[in-house]
């Protein structure tokens, strides 16, 4: 399955997909954890180190250039640029952080990190915005494996059409207006899209704020809480990582996730 994760800034879409990611290998499934946004925080929530981090796309104007415009092409642009050696090529491995679910053998987690894209590094930014829809495509269209992305906050993305044929979005909001207003707009964007099949994850929400929400247009029907894990909140302070959390905490968290799966029919 492919999902997107989108919301408004800081309301915990890089949380969120670094926690599924871990649940889903956990459960013995291969995942593809894709940092669609340009403050790559993605691989740090889910442990590495900044030494361990792979080379975003684009940064890589040799591959954009070797790719999109091949030598012997004339400087003819390639529409059609062969990509499908790129996710093992450019991805680093993840450490699966929670105890395993059920008999399966974990799954593997591998980072994928999109980048900026800009004019900047010597290549031009309709290039890599080329090779980076392809590598995208290629992962969510013809990959087997789960495909998670994380997406810039806002709307930026969903208005470029990167995402136009994952099968789940998961739309992020914090109980707030202004936070749920944003969830609004990105659900409709999506749906104009037509990506239609989208979940509202309610994070740091108590009981009484999921069962009250404000009656907005466009917000997904189906609602996920997720409460606030105070532990996280502790671990925060000396650690980037939102992995390896207590059993407690664990327990909390692998509960949301299997309603969760259960809302997307998994
Ligand atoms: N349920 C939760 N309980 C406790 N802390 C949380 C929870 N969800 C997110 N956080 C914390 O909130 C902060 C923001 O989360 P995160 O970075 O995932 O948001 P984001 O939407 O990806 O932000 P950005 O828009 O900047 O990419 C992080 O410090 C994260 O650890
Ligand atoms: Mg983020």
Redesign the pocket.
Same mark, same amino acid.
């Given at each position: 399955m492919k999902i997107a994760v989108s919301?408004?800034?800081?309301?915990?879409?890089?949380?969120?997909t670094a926690w599924l990611g871990d649940y889903l290998a956990r459960q013995g499934h291969n995942v593809w954890l894709v940092d669609a $946004?340009t403050?790559l925080?993605l691989g740090q929530?889910c442990g590495l180190d900044m030494a361990e981090m792979p080379t975003a796309l684009s940064q890589r104007p040799d591959l954009v250039q070797e790719r999109i415009r091949p030598a012997g092409q004339g400087g003819m642009m390639m529409l059609n640029p062969h990509v499908s050696d790129l996710p093992e090529v450019l991805s680093a491995p993840l450490k699966v952080c929670g105890p395993p679910l059920g008999d399966r053998a974990m799954g593997e987690k591998r980072l994928l990190v999109m980048g900026a894209v800009t004019s900047a590094n010597g290549g031009c930014a309709c290039e890599a915005s080329a090779l980076l829809k392809a590598l995208l495509a290629h992962l969510v269209l013809e990959r087997n494996d789960w495909v998670l992305v $994380?997406m810039?906050?806002g709307v930026e993305h969903l208005g470029r059409g990167t995402v136009a044929h994952v099968d789940h979005l998961l739309v992020?909001s914090e109980p707030s207006m202004r936070s749920l207003q944003t969830a609004g707009q990105v659900a409709r964007m999506a749906a104009d899209l037509g990506l239609k099949k989208q979940t509202l994850i309610l994070?740091?929400a108590s009981t009484g704020q999921a069962d009250n929400l404000p009656a907005l247009e466009n917000l997904p029907n189906h609602c996920v809480r997720?409460?606030?894990? $105070?532990q996280?909140?502790e671990k925060?302070l000396h650690s980037a990582s939102?992995l390896g959390l207590d059993l407690a905490a664990q327990g909390e968290l692998d509960a949301f996730m299997k309603n969760l799966l259960c809302q997307l029919g998994r």
């Open positions: 919301g408004k800034g800081g309301v915990g879409k890089t949380t969120m $946004d403050a925080s929530a $994380d810039e906050a992020v994070n740091r997720l409460p606030v894990i $105070d996280l909140r925060q939102v």
